[in-house]
């Protein structure tokens, strides 16, 4: 079993949809981390927390720490919201524990 | 803020040849800086971990002489793959330790946007 989790893996929403992909980790953490990779490769850091919610634009990171779980949020998609969304644990240390990402797809 | 390139973006090369590829911090300096190697549709593997003016650590498995790296300097690293194979093709993705500031205690990675490499 990963270290980190995610789903769904493979997500399709239409346009103006709410979305939410959910992350559970199994190790403590130190940080939260949500990546977005574009269809090209480049990879955008979207947020790093550590307790509670952040909010940029339509995009919200929330996390239980006692829970172990985190959930990105997307609000009124997209389809330049379209892809491969990482959630990533930092525990103890520099290194990221990925998880396996969700590829987003959403239509017009 | 926090920008890291990476050059080139995309390199097709003959095998046996190397290939040397540039990750820069642009507007901020990165004591530590990571190399990944991403598979189709896999998640990232890191590589090895730099820090400026000293050796690499590298992951369990991957080879140091085939993979050689160095970051000379707070802004710049580079990834040299040694005489490239077909099974080298892969996408490399560099990300740089951020310049802090969030009151964590480790920083967050910025992320370059990758070299697709192409071994003949």
């Known amino acids: 079993k990963n270290e980190v989790e995610q789903s769904p893996q493979n997500l399709t929403a239409q346009e103006g949809e709410f979305i939410t992909i959910n992350c559970s980790y199994s190790?403590?953490?130190?940080?939260l981390h949500w990546l977005q990779q574009h269809p090209g490769g480049g990879i955008v850091s979207l947020f790093m927390?550590?307790?509670g919610k952040k909010k940029h634009g339509r995009l919200i990171a929330t996390i239980n720490i006692q829970e172990k779980h985190s959930s990105l949020h997307i609000t009124a998609s997209h389809p330049r919201d379209s892809a491969v969304y990482i959630c990533a644990a930092t525990s103890g240390t520099y290194k990221y524990i990925f998880g396996t990402g969700t590829r987003l797809k959403v239509l017009a | 803020g926090a920008v890291v390139s990476q050059h080139p973006s995309r390199v097709i090369c003959k095998s046996g040849t190397s290939v040397k590829i540039e990750c820069r911090s642009l507007d901020f300096q990165a004591t530590t800086m990571f190399w990944y190697r991403q598979f189709p549709k896999k998640s990232l593997m890191l590589m090895a971990t730099?820090?400026?003016?000293?050796?690499?650590?590298?992951e369990q498995g991957v080879e140091k002489d085939k993979f050689l790296i160095n970051h000379a300097s707070l802004t710049l690293s580079t990834l040299t793959v040694t005489s490239a194979h077909p099974e080298d093709s892969s996408f490399y993705i560099c990300s740089a330790d951020g310049p802090g500031g969030g009151g964590l205690p480790y920083n967050e990675q910025f992320f370059g946007p990758g070299t697709r490499l192409t071994v003949l």
């Open positions: 730099s820090n400026e003016g000293s050796k690499a650590t590298y």
């Open positions: 190790v403590g953490i130190s940080a």
């Open positions: 927390l550590s307790s």
